[in-house]
């Protein structure tokens, strides 16, 4: 592929090929496709999970896919697209399938798409209309940039239920950063790991570190990978750590 080579951690991420293949021969996916020709037909989703990374899916065949899964909303907790170029039109037609409220997809893995401003916008607003399911998002290797600050305001929803959250190399600014921790201020109590590796934070890590300090913090896993922490920042979030040691289980700097 052309895209640099991906981060590391990518070996981690929950969506990823690596993770996929060491499941069970047990749990087959409901989808096996390697082009849009298979979503040319009716999708009956038995399975309750979808895994298309890296399958060539078009807008043709995002449609097919949204088309399905508002036929049938019900069954579908983990859908992974990551690794396909997906345009606006792409993202806005899988925003719709979310905004449904009997939608009851659980993860959502949409890392290497492309995903753009627009995108991000449609995705952030169907979440503030249905923010009762979704447990894990992961938007890795996308350009947003300051479009992070619309998920903030998804997860400054009490009744968001975000444990896993993936932003790493996504461009995020000291704005952007600055935005998250004061989510995190607002609803600290579900998000259990989040991944900013890759991103120039900087001295902003010092915003999260306030995060950390809050008793009701429940973050167990952080990741700040490359992101430029410097000796005020790490001594920021050492202090923090000290204040509320209880939580937090790992830290990649």
């Given at each position: 592929?052309?895209?640099?080579?991906?981060?590391?951690?990518?070996?981690?991420?929950?969506?990823?090929?690596?993770?996929?293949?060491?499941?069970?021969?047990?749990?087959?996916?409901?989808?096996?496709?390697?082009?849009?020709?298979?979503?040319?037909?009716?999708?009956?989703?038995?399975?309750?999970?979808?895994?298309?990374?890296?399958?060539?899916?078009?807008?043709?065949?995002?449609?097919?896919?949204?088309?399905?899964?508002?036929?049938?909303?019900?069954?579908?907790?983990?859908?992974?697209?990551?690794?396909?170029?997906?345009?606006?039109?792409?993202?806005?037609l899988l925003s719709?399938?979310?905004?449904?409220?009997?939608?009851?997809?659980?993860?959502?893995?949409?890392?290497?798409?492309g995903v753009t401003?627009?995108?991000?916008?449609?995705?952030?607003?169907?979440?503030?209309?249905?923010?009762?399911?979704?447990?894990?998002?992961?938007?890795?290797?996308?350009?947003?940039?300051?479009?992070?600050?619309?998920?903030?305001?998804?997860?400054?929803?009490?009744?968001?239920?975000?444990?896993?959250?993936?932003?790493?190399?996504?461009?995020?600014?000291?704005?952007?950063?600055?935005?998250?921790?004061?989510?995190?201020?607002?609803?600290?109590?579900?998000?259990?790991?989040?991944?900013?590796?890759?991103?120039?934070?900087?001295?902003?890590?010092?915003?999260?570190?306030?995060?950390l300090q809050n008793?009701?913090?429940?973050?167990?896993?952080?990741?700040?990978?490359?992101?430029?922490?410097?000796?005020?920042?790490?001594?920021?979030?050492?202090?923090?750590?000290?204040?509320?040691?209880?939580?937090?289980?790992?830290?990649?700097?």
């Amino acid at each position: 592929m052309n895209h640099r080579q991906a981060p590391r951690d990518q070996e981690f991420s929950p969506g990823c090929s690596s993770v996929q293949e060491k499941k069970s021969e047990a749990e087959p996916s409901c989808v096996s496709m390697r082009s849009d020709a298979s979503l040319g037909h009716p999708v009956d989703f038995k399975s309750d999970d979808t895994r298309l990374s890296d399958c060539g899916v078009t807008d043709k065949g995002c449609a097919a896919l949204a088309s399905a899964l508002r036929s049938n909303p019900s069954h579908l907790r983990e859908l992974d697209l990551s690794e396909n170029k997906l345009k606006s039109s792409s993202m806005k037609l899988l925003s719709a399938v979310l905004e449904d409220p009997h939608c009851k997809l659980e993860k959502l893995w949409l890392r290497i798409c492309g995903v753009t401003d627009e995108g991000c916008a449609a995705l952030a607003s169907a979440l503030r209309s249905n923010s009762s399911h979704l447990r894990e998002l992961d938007l890795s290797v996308n350009k947003l940039g300051d479009s992070v600050k619309l998920l903030s305001d998804v997860l400054q929803n009490p009744h968001c239920k975000l444990e896993i959250l993936w932003l790493s190399d996504c461009g995020v600014t000291d704005e952007g950063c600055a935005a998250l921790a004061s989510a995190l201020r607002s609803n600290p109590s579900h998000l259990r790991e989040l991944n900013l590796s890759w991103n120039e934070l900087g001295d902003s890590v010092k915003l999260l570190s306030d995060v950390l300090q809050n008793p009701h913090c429940k973050l167990e896993t952080l990741w700040l990978r490359d992101c430029g922490v410097t000796d005020e920042g790490c001594a920021a979030l050492a202090s923090a750590l000290r204040s509320n040691p209880s939580h937090l289980r790992e830290l990649n700097l």
